[in-house]
């Protein structure tokens, strides 16, 4: 479990998350995708590899980003 405080400066840090936009102009939570990338004809080959939602913490006074991918 990650602490409330950044690592860097110690001050307080605030969940948030990191925007991805589809090729469709959709929104979405960037994901973190098992293994090396794969590239295919058409970009990447993700198959039935494990994703996770990534959940990404700020520090609101140096603004460093630290980023989970959890189950």
Not at 25 to 30: I, K, L, S, T, W
Request: glycine letters at 12%; a positive charge; proline letters at 3%.
């Amino acid at each position: 479990m990650r602490s409330n405080s950044c690592p860097k400066c110690t001050s307080s840090m605030t969940q948030g998350f990191v925007l991805d936009r589809d090729s469709y102009g959709g929104h979405r939570v960037r994901k973190w995708v098992e293994g090396a990338p794969l590239k295919g004809f058409f970009g990447l080959k993700i198959g039935k590899r494990q994703q996770l939602e990534v959940q990404t913490w700020r520090c609101t006074r140096c603004g460093y980003l630290e980023s989970y991918a959890k189950n």
